[in-house]
């Protein structure tokens, strides 16, 4: 008999770095939380800088910082394993797949408890970039995909944040069942809010805007993006680019280009803002944008969605399922298609206006508090169908059949 009030143990190695994935798994703990479970946090070097809810409760597996911008800790709580600090959980939900993500599934495993796994970002990506003499190897031998499937075929249910994400994982192999759902947004990027002197403040008077918010890593290609707009600047004269996000592996390279005479009259690079600040970018911008191949959602279009703004993207992985092309921006195949939507949206104040209206509209379905509630519905399904077919080694297509089944009538869930 599964309780109404779950105790979930959340498992990531991320929790508090400053990334759209750790954003993510953030807001849907404290989200549970206020719902009235009990959600335990795993994770090393817990930071937390806002009132806590009641519910959500912190183990600190310690760690080292290895990359002080990207707050980046390396974890390896051997010691910890096979003895954890709580012994009552109904469920694990692994949020990532390293050290934190073994030590998830061995507890998991130790307590008899169901698991299931969020693939948010993959780390072939990452790994190169953060550990470069054997990520680079790591990355060359495909080790790391190959590490990725082994852990995710333990779960009794993986979920990625979307459609085109989980064809990804299918692409490279990836066991069903995987269903896709948003990881979604807290209501506060839906509040009312007024620029109350923001253009004054970040320079952007009289500009049409394209905002730029991310962390400055190179898979988020931010050089290009302010090289092409130098091209939409020709045919936009009052243009401008404001370049908003946390630090990163090109946090220099962009603040020396910025500085470049070439793009400094047009581009403005304001490093991480005040959250109050973030929302009125958002609502007072044109256009926002962001150009990724390898993104598990893109969270800040959808943060940017919520204040009436349209966007133009990657038509790629994660944002091809967030940008509905011709609807609420558009969706481009390469950089000059890019230039060539935003120059189209910057233009034409009735078309942006429109875009924006939908945009909002389309929003309202991202809600995290209703995305938390299925989350939860997800849970007492594996926990009463799921689990019990994989404890006594049933074959997996029984589980898809059901998982499948289940979620057909679960709004904002692709099976």
Avoid at 321 to 338: M, P, V, W
């Amino acid at each position: 008999m599964v309780r109404e009030k779950l105790e979930i143990g959340m498992f990531s190695s991320m929790y508090s770095q400053m990334n759209g994935s750790a954003h993510a798994t953030r807001f849907l703990c404290e989200t549970i939380a206020e719902l009235g479970h009990n959600v335990h946090v795993f994770a090393p070097r817990i930071t937390y800088d806002s009132k806590k809810p009641k519910n959500l409760h912190f183990h600190d597996l310690g760690g080292a910082r290895v990359a002080k911008k990207t707050g980046l800790v390396l974890s390896a709580p051997i010691q910890k394993i096979f003895k954890c600090d709580y012994n009552d959980l109904d469920i694990a939900h692994i949020q990532t797949h390293a050290s934190i993500g073994v030590l998830g599934v061995n507890w998991a495993k130790k307590q008899g408890i169901p698991m299931v796994g969020s693939h948010h970002s993959p780390l072939t990506f990452y790994t190169a970039q953060y550990v470069p003499i054997i990520g680079k190897l790591l990355v060359k031998n495909d080790l790391i995909w190959k590490w990725e499937r082994f852990l995710l075929d333990k779960y009794d249910l993986c979920h990625t944040p979307t459609k085109t994400k989980k064809d990804m994982l299918l692409d490279y192999k990836f066991k069903e069942p995987i269903v896709a759902l948003t990881n979604g947004i807290r209501d506060f990027y839906f509040s009312n809010v007024e620029e109350n002197g923001i253009k004054e403040k970040y320079n952007i008077v009289g500009k049409k805007v394209l905002l730029y918010v991310s962390r400055l890593s190179p898979e988020k290609h931010p050089i290009r993006i302010i090289k092409t707009f130098k091209n939409i600047k020709e045919k936009v004269p009052n243009a401008h680019l404001l370049m908003v996000g946390s630090e990163g592996p090109s946090t220099e390279a962009v603040k020396k280009i910025v500085d470049n005479n070439k793009y400094k009259d047009f581009v403005s690079f304001a490093g991480r803002v005040p959250f109050e600040d973030l929302l009125r970018l958002y609502k007072t911008a044109d256009v926002s944008c962001l150009w990724s191949l390898i993104e598990a959602e893109g969270l800040v279009l959808l943060e940017a969605m919520a204040q009436g703004t349209p966007s133009v993207g990657t038509n790629a992985s994660g944002i091809a399922n967030i940008i509905r092309h011709g609807e609420t921006g558009y969706l481009a195949d390469n950089l000059k298609q890019f230039e060539d939507y935003v120059v189209k949206l910057l233009k034409d104040d009735d078309l942006r206006k429109e875009f924006g209206k939908n945009a909002r509209n389309i929003a309202e379905n991202y809600r995290l508090k209703e995305i938390a509630k299925i989350w939860i519905k997800l849970y007492k399904f594996t926990l009463e169908e799921l689990y019990p077919l994989r404890y006594y080694r049933k074959e997996r297509k029984k589980r898809v059949e059901l998982v499948k089944e289940f979620v057909k009538d679960l709004p904002n869930v692709y099976f």
